[in-house]
Structures are given as structure tokens and as C-alpha cells.
């Protein structure tokens, strides 16, 4: 029996299958967390073997000690996953410390820095955008000038569109200068033009793509933060030979195996795909869920199949569209409510889903997950959802 420790296993809560997949696999479910027992899910509760909390999962000496508990306990442990972002550092020291498959300290440069990533892209021959970390004030205003003050500056070791600023003029940049945080790091590159698409997937643990899929989206995310605008993103059906083959290029280049990946490009006007950042885990919200009902297929469980057997049992199918479309109700009124939404789209709709205070700001106060058999569809979904007054 396999030993898979889950990292902060009740969040997000729509990621809880993960534990009854496992478990229904045959896998031993260790839970490790700073939650408290009695809070956690009972759809979390009855699929773990067992759960340690810690006061503070930021205490890597917690942590630590907790894996050796279970170590000792239940014997060699084969996995230490979180599938988020935010754990992806206490993940690999863990693995490190206790020899277990997976991702380790020595490959976070390149898939937690932007300039490590860079790296990556132009060793196999991949376009990047030109740019580079900033060291000084007069760094980052040497550097914007020479791109004509049409850049963009995020941190180096960053997630999303946090602290992504763009800058169209030296105000822009004085601004940013002004109130840039001391101890981060920002990487400076040069504006490009075009729309944001993904290659997503799953590998095997010989590093094998077994699933893929492609998101598009209507804008950046860094112009919703700006503007305040409605975001919608879909996962399509059909997914273009040139971004299959790069993405493919790209996951074998960061030796990517039995992980999700989320990868990140830019598709320019002139249909050239530049590759933007890579994430080695799934993309966030609710994208697992949209890649499910696209493809009615249940990810969490060909992952538990992966981790138990080592195969991939089912096809995606790629029948439907799916769309995460997003209300901003800070200055916007909407034509219809949730009752005429749900009369009008029927079982199209699949979920309405609350967002918190902290991330409404990137996808809306309320979001809608929505699936169609065609573009038509789906278009007429999205304006009926996000159509105005």
C-alpha cells in the first residue's frame, strides 16, 4: 500500500476528491494541515487514515516533524502533494528531506521563478519575451526606456496577476517605483500584444502527457484587476497542433512527471504562441472541475489511478465547451438573475459559485460554470450571463 501524504488537504474544497479517490484506489490518505480536525470537511474526514495538525504549516519544523511521524507510523511514504501553488516550496523541501518522488529544492529555480523559467524556454529554442529581473530604480527606468515604456513588471517568484503592473508611460513607472515592495524581486519584459491561451495536462510517472486540454480567454487577467471588467475563460475542444507540440517541447524540458501542469502563452496577432510562465500544478479555481465536464471525465481519479497503478484508464472525450464566465457587481447591473439564468440555460448551467472578498477581485463577485456543444452556445450563454443595463 502507497503512502501519499496530502498537503493542506481542505483546501480548496472543491480539490476534497482527491483524498476519496485515493482512498478508493487503495492508498493510504495522510492529511497535513494547520487546519483543526473538528473543522475539516467530513467528506475529508472519512477519506484520510489519518490527519496531523500543525499550529502553522509556514513552520517548516512542524511540518517536517509531522511526515516523520507518519514515516515511523505507516512506513516509507511514496507521495507529498499539495496540487497548490502556495505549498509548492514546503512540497519539494519535504521531499528532499525524505527522499520521496517528485519535484525536490534543486528544481525550484526553474518553476518558481520567472527568470528561471526563461532559462528553461531558450535552451529548447523558444521565443521568450525580451526582458529581465530589475535590480535598481535606475535599472527598471534604463530598461523601460529602451522598450519605449510599453512594459510589464511582476515579481519574479509570483502567482497570477498579483502585483503585475503595466506600464504604458514614465509616470506608470514612477508610480510603480514609489510604492514597489523592498524585499521582492520584479522581473521587467516588454508588452506583447495578445490573447492569453493554456496547455494543461497530466503526466505519467515516466513523464508521459496522458490527458492535455486548452483554456482561452477573452482578456489578461492583469486588464480585469485594471479595469474592473467582466472575465470569462473556456476550455475548448479544439486544441491547435502548434500549441500541442510546444507544450509537449515545454513539459519535457521541466521533466514533469506523474504532476498536472498549467501552461501559460501568449498567442499574438500574427498567430505566433510565445510561451508566458509555466505552473506545475492545476490551474486554480474551478479549471479541474471545467476540465471534468468538458471532457466527462473525473481527473481526480485517473490522478488516483496514476499514483496507485501507473495508468491512465479513460479518453477525454472533448464533446463540450466549458466556460467560467464572472459578474463584477462593483459597478455593473445585470439584465438577468440567477433564477432566469438558470431557467434559460437549463443543465448547460453547472454551477454557481460565491467567490471570496480576496480573489473577486481576478474572477468576479459570483461566477458561472457553464458547458456547450458549440461556440454559438456558448457565446450566447456568456452574453446572456454578463449582458448589462
Excluded at 494547520?34 to 477519506?47: A, G, H, Q, W
Amino acid at each position: 500500500m502507497k503512502n501519499f501524504v496530502l498537503v493542506s488537504p481542505h483546501f480548496p474544497t472543491n480539490f476534497l476528491p482527491f483524498a476519496a479517490r485515493l482512498k478508493e484506489k487503495g492508498v493510504n490518505t495522510l492529511g497535513l494541515g494547520d487546519e483543526p480536525y473538528d473543522l475539516l470537511p467530513n467528506e475529508l474526514k472519512e477519506n484520510l487514515t489519518e490527519y496531523y495538525q500543525v499550529s502553522n504549516l509556514e513552520n517548516y519544523h512542524e511540518a517536517h516533524r509531522a511526515v516523520q511521524y507518519f514515516a515511523e507510523k505507516y512506513g516509507e511514504i511514496h507521495r507529498i502533494e499539495s496540487h497548490n501553488e502556495h505549498w509548492l516550496e514546503l512540497d519539494a523541501k519535504l521531499r528532499t528531506d525524505f527522499d520521496v518522488f517528485g519535484y525536490k529544492v534543486n528544481d525550484l529555480e526553474s518553476i518558481k521563478f520567472k527568470s528561471g523559467m526563461k532559462k528553461v524556454y531558450q535552451s529548447i529554442g523558444l521565443k521568450v519575451a525580451k526582458g529581465r529581473v530589475i535590480t535598481t530604480d535606475s535599472d527598471a527606468r534604463s530598461l523601460a526606456n529602451e522598450f519605449n515604456y510599453q512594459v510589464i513588471i511582476k515579481p519574479d517568484n509570483g502567482v497570477g496577476a498579483g502585483d503585475t503592473h503595466k506600464i504604458m508611460s514614465e509616470n506608470d513607472l514612477e508610480a510603480f517605483l514609489q510604492h514597489r515592495i523592498p524585499e521582492v524581486s520584479y522581473i521587467m519584459e516588454e508588452f506583447i500584444e495578445g490573447d492569453i491561451v493554456t496547455f494543461d495536462g497530466l503526466t505519467d510517472v515516466d513523464g508521459k502527457i496522458v490527458f492535455h486540454s486548452s483554456m482561452n480567454y477573452n482578456t489578461a487577467v492583469i486588464n480585469t484587476v485594471i479595469t474592473g471588467n467582466d472575465l470569462f475563460f473556456y476550455v475548448t475542444k479544439d486544441i491547435p497542433e502548434a500549441l500541442s507540440q510546444m507544450g509537449e517541447k515545454i513539459v519535457q524540458a521541466f521533466n514533469t512527471k506523474e504532476r498536472f501542469f498549467h501552461l501559460e502563452f501568449f498567442l499574438t496577432p500574427s498567430g505566433e504562441y510565445i510561451p508566458l510562465e509555466v505552473n506545475m500544478r492545476l490551474p486554480g479555481g474551478s479549471s479541474i472541475d471545467m476540465m471534468n465536464y468538458a471532457n466527462d471525465i473525473d481527473l481526480f481519479a485517473e490522478y488516483a489511478n496514476l499514483v496507485s497503478t501507473g495508468a491512465f484508464q479513460n479518453t477525454a472525450s472533448r464533446q463540450y465547451y466549458c466556460a467560467y464566465v464572472a459578474r463584477n457587481y462593483e459597478n455593473n447591473h445585470y439584465h438577468h438573475n440567477d433564477n432566469e439564468i438558470r431557467d434559460h440555460l437549463g443543465e448547460n448551467l453547472k454551477e454557481i459559485l460565491s467567490i471570496p472578498g480576496i480573489f473577486a477581485t481576478l474572477m468576479g463577485n459570483v461566477g458561472y460554470i457553464v458547458r456547450a456543444e458549440t461556440t454559438e452556445s456558448l457565446k450566447e450563454a456568456i452574453e446572456f450571463i454578463q449582458g448589462k443595463y
